[in-house]
């Protein structure tokens, strides 16, 4: 019996299979080119001594990325930013904008926040092999026409101390690459603004939020998208603790919020909440990418599970009042907020993402809460992308979004 297959099929398939062809070169395009990129790029990240201050954003150096996306151009950037105390700090990241002009008044920005990679300066996402790999929705936000900016954090490229989860630092990077964008020559970054983040992430874009009126106030926030955010860090640290996943979070928290807090609490008493077994492991798991050595962590942490900590940081002095400190909420938010969650999550519960939206109800805020069923932490941020580009949509539209409150 002889087949008949019908010219536009054949039309069909020949096009997918050229798609298919162009995405595979563009792969080994970018894997080509993020290696060789990966072999100079120590130099980039060591900034000058000494570090002459200069105002936020201010970009100290930059330089073109050849593996940016397909259609779109891309830069490495090194800029000014300030940490806890105030103090002039380098910090790394990357900005990437579609290739074609941008409309009249410039592109909207998205700033990325991202999620836990580890503490130590190595684990920045900029020094992957695919500086972008961990930016969700890249390819649709590039798509719809918006500017992507996203930073390692103070601590994560440029050596330095870590920002681990400290909502300052952590936040002044993600408006200050914002600046650092502005000031890229080719990059056609307008002052409109959107902040975008998971996980630690959420919680930096949501400080950020809570802050851009007064630390940058020429940027025009329009506003703040987050998926299972660290937003209340006394009930994620009370709640994981117990676990795998708490004991890594810990050693991470643990030397940056040492060095923060040092001119506050001794060291002593900042790392005496740990077991002897737990202050010996700290120094080892911190100093590991959570991504790339996953397995060398859980080596560590596993055995610590229950005996880390010799009581609940969340309600045990200095570390209570720490994590209240840095868990969003302590500032209204007056721009319209997104928030997208995992109903299978075990990092981030849903009643506490639940709490803390209730909390910006409370606040006035005009949110929206998203829910996903079977949805874990890991993948909080995609299951999130259809609605948050409806939501984009409505935001940038000037409209008010259906409120949770």
Same mark, same amino acid.
């Given at each position: 019996?002889? !087949?008949?297959?019908?010219?536009?099929?054949?039309?069909?398939?020949?096009?997918?299979?050229?798609?298919?062809?162009?995405?595979?070169?563009? $792969?080994?395009?970018?894997?080509?080119?993020?290696? +060789?990129?990966?072999?100079?790029? @120590? /130099?980039?990240?060591? /900034?000058?001594?000494?570090?002459?201050?200069?105002?936020?954003?201010?970009?100290?150096?930059?330089?073109?990325?050849?593996?940016?996306?397909?259609?779109?151009?891309?830069?490495?950037?090194?800029?000014?930013?300030?940490?806890? $105390?105030?103090?002039?700090?380098?910090?790394?990241?990357?900005?990437?904008?579609?290739?074609?002009?941008?409309?009249?008044?410039?592109?909207?920005?998205?700033?990325?926040?991202?999620?836990?990679?580890?503490? @130590?300066?190595? *684990?920045?996402?900029?020094?992957?092999?695919?500086?972008? =790999?961990?930016?969700?929705?890249?390819?649709?936000?590039? +798509?719809?026409?918006?500017?992507?900016?996203?930073?390692?954090?103070?601590?994560?490229?440029?050596?330095?101390?870590?920002?681990?989860?400290?909502?300052?630092?952590?936040?002044?990077?993600?408006?200050?690459?914002?600046?650092?964008?502005?000031?890229?020559?080719?990059?056609?970054?307008?002052?409109?603004?959107?902040?975008?983040?998971?996980?630690?992430?959420?919680? &930096? @874009?949501?400080?950020? &939020? =809570?802050?851009?009126?007064?630390?940058?106030?020429?940027?025009?926030?329009?506003?703040?998208?987050?998926?299972?955010?660290?937003?209340?860090?006394?009930?994620?640290?009370?709640?994981?603790?117990?676990?795998?996943?708490? !004991?890594?979070? $810990?050693?991470?928290?643990?030397?940056?919020? =040492?060095?923060?807090?040092?001119?506050?609490?001794?060291?002593?008493?900042?790392?005496?909440?740990?077991?002897?077994?737990?202050?010996?492991?700290?120094?080892?798991?911190?100093?590991? *990418?959570?991504?790339?050595?996953?397995?060398?962590?859980?080596?560590?942490?596993?055995?610590?599970?229950?005996?880390?900590?010799?009581?609940?940081?969340? !309600?045990?002095?200095?570390?209570? !009042?720490?994590?209240?400190?840095?868990?969003?909420?302590?500032?209204?938010?007056?721009?319209?907020?997104?928030?997208?969650?995992?109903?299978?999550?075990?990092?981030?519960?849903? @009643?506490?993402?639940?709490?803390?939206?209730?909390?910006?109800? &409370?606040?006035? +805020?005009?949110?929206?809460?998203?829910?996903?069923?079977?949805?874990?932490?890991?993948?909080?941020?995609?299951?999130?992308?259809?609605?948050?580009?409806?939501?984009?949509?409505?935001?940038?539209?000037?409209?008010?979004?259906?409120? &949770?409150?």
């Amino acid at each position: 019996m002889r !087949t008949h297959v019908r010219r536009p099929v054949l039309v069909l398939l020949a096009a997918v299979a050229i798609v298919l062809a162009l995405l595979a070169a563009d $792969a080994v395009r970018r894997v080509v080119e993020g290696r +060789a990129e990966q072999a100079t790029d @120590a /130099p980039f990240y060591v /900034p000058p001594t000494p570090l002459a201050e200069a105002a936020p954003g201010t970009i100290i150096r930059s330089e073109p990325i050849a593996s940016a996306p397909e259609g779109a151009l891309a830069w490495r950037v090194l800029y000014h930013s300030r940490d806890l $105390a105030g103090d002039d700090v380098a910090v790394s990241g990357v900005v990437v904008v579609p290739d074609r002009p941008a409309p009249e008044g410039g592109r909207t920005l998205v700033s990325w926040a991202h999620p836990t990679t580890g503490a @130590a300066p190595r *684990c920045a996402p900029s020094l992957a092999l695919d500086p972008f =790999e961990l930016v969700e929705g890249l390819h649709e936000l590039l +798509a719809a026409g918006y500017a992507i900016a996203a930073t390692d954090y103070p601590g994560l490229g440029v050596d330095g101390a870590s920002s681990y989860l400290l909502g300052v630092p952590e936040s002044n990077s993600v408006l200050d690459i914002a600046r650092a964008a502005r000031g890229l020559p080719d990059g056609g970054v307008g002052d409109r603004l959107l902040l975008w983040g998971h996980s630690q992430g959420g919680q &930096a @874009a949501l400080f950020a &939020a =809570e802050r851009a009126a007064s630390y940058a106030p020429e940027l025009i926030l329009e506003g703040v998208a987050v998926a299972a955010p660290a937003a209340n860090l006394n009930a994620l640290m009370s709640d994981d603790i117990v676990n795998l996943s708490g !004991t890594t979070i $810990a050693s991470f928290a643990v030397p940056a919020y =040492e060095a923060a807090y040092a001119d506050r609490y001794p060291k002593a008493e900042v790392d005496g909440i740990l077991t002897p077994a737990g202050a010996a492991a700290t120094p080892r798991m911190a100093a590991l *990418c959570l991504l790339t050595e996953t397995r060398e962590i859980h080596a560590i942490a596993d055995p610590l599970v229950g005996g880390y900590v010799t009581a609940d940081p969340a !309600t045990t002095e200095p570390w209570q !009042t720490l994590l209240r400190e840095n868990s969003a909420g302590g500032q209204p938010i007056d721009v319209p907020v997104f928030v997208g969650q995992g109903l299978a999550d075990r990092l981030v519960v849903p @009643a506490t993402t639940e709490g803390y939206v209730r909390l910006l109800c &409370a606040q006035g +805020a005009d949110v929206v809460l998203h829910t996903f069923p079977g949805i874990t932490h890991a993948l909080a941020a995609d299951a999130s992308l259809p609605e948050l580009f409806l939501w984009l949509a409505e935001v940038e539209a000037g409209r008010r979004p259906s409120t &949770a409150c």
